[in-house]
């Protein structure tokens, strides 16, 4: 699947590819992930993203690639508009510490359709940056869809949007593939895919314990 067929996820049942990695002629590459969460909603996972702060919860995420947490911009737990800023390590400590700002969207607006706004679960979307440049190298949606068992997470990163951000000059064409060549490879869509695989298993373990001993809501 590439960004521009991301409504595809709004259809009934699956896609020919649910957990595993693309890429494209062009450079780009997506990442999908699939995850059940029995006795979660999705309201569950929106919660969770409006209630994650430091780094002792983060690492209740995943404990051992989840290293440091912070966030700006994110008031009364609203995290729509929000950067969450963080320091991880993608599918094992053997690989180098990634430092990552990701922008969250609105999700209707950033992915071009009112239905993800609109559908019975939630789509949590975002911008995958750098942290300590002004760069952007793709795009994200955490689809969760409410099923009779609890709900389940279709993640797709969608890798190779190289874009600059925060007032910095703008990319051309030529600038923007070559970084995308250089940085977009495939050891990072493979380290993505099993870091994705593990943190959202870990968060379909704790979640719905957790969520209810916060926020008092026993209802499913």
């Given at each position: 699947?590439?960004?521009?067929?991301?409504?595809?996820?709004?259809?009934?049942?699956?896609?020919?590819?649910?957990s595993?990695?693309?890429?494209y002629?062009?450079?780009?590459?997506?990442?999908?992930?699939?995850?059940?969460?029995?006795q979660?909603?999705?309201?569950m996972?929106?919660?969770w993203?409006?209630w994650?702060?430091?780094?002792?919860?983060?690492?209740?995420w995943?404990p051992?690639?989840?290293?440091?947490s912070?966030?700006?911009?994110?008031?009364?737990g609203?995290?729509?508009?929000?950067?969450?800023?963080?320091?991880e390590?993608?599918?094992g400590?053997?690989?180098?510490?990634?430092?990552l700002?990701?922008?969250?969207?609105?999700?209707?607006?950033?992915?071009?359709?009112?239905?993800f706004?609109?559908?019975?679960?939630?789509?949590?979307?975002?911008?995958?940056?750098?942290?300590?440049?002004?760069?952007?190298?793709?795009r994200?949606?955490?689809?969760?869809?409410?099923?009779?068992?609890?709900?389940?997470m279709r993640?797709?990163?969608?890798?190779g949007?190289?874009?600059?951000?925060d007032?910095?000059p703008?990319?051309?064409?030529?600038?923007a593939?070559?970084?995308?060549?250089?940085?977009?490879?495939?050891?990072?869509?493979?380290?993505l895919?099993?870091?994705?695989t593990e943190?959202m298993?870990?968060?379909?373990?704790?979640?719905?314990?957790?969520?209810?001993?916060?926020?008092?809501?026993?209802?499913?």
């Open positions: 699947m590439r960004f521009e067929n991301v409504s595809d996820l709004l259809r009934p049942g699956y896609l020919p590819l649910e595993g990695t693309e890429v002629p062009d450079g780009f590459r997506t990442v999908t992930a699939l995850t059940r969460m029995p979660c909603r999705a309201k996972v929106h919660w993203f409006g994650l702060g430091g780094t002792d919860q983060y690492k209740l995943h051992t690639d989840h290293v440091f912070d966030w700006e911009g994110r008031e009364n609203v995290y729509i508009g929000a950067s969450h800023l963080v320091h390590y993608l599918g400590t053997d690989g180098p510490v990634f430092k700002k990701i922008q969250f969207q609105q999700p209707g607006t950033f992915l071009g359709n009112p239905e706004d609109q559908f019975d679960g939630v789509a949590v979307a975002a911008r995958i940056g750098a942290l300590e440049k002004p760069l952007n190298l793709g994200m949606v955490h689809f969760v869809r409410n099923t009779p068992w609890g709900c389940e993640s797709r990163f969608f890798l949007f190289v874009e600059a951000r007032g910095a703008p990319l051309d064409d030529a600038q593939a070559t970084l995308r060549q250089e940085l977009v490879t495939e050891e990072l869509a493979r380290r895919h099993q870091h994705a943190e298993g870990y968060l379909a373990d704790i979640l719905p314990v957790l969520y209810r001993q916060v926020t008092g809501d026993i209802s499913l």
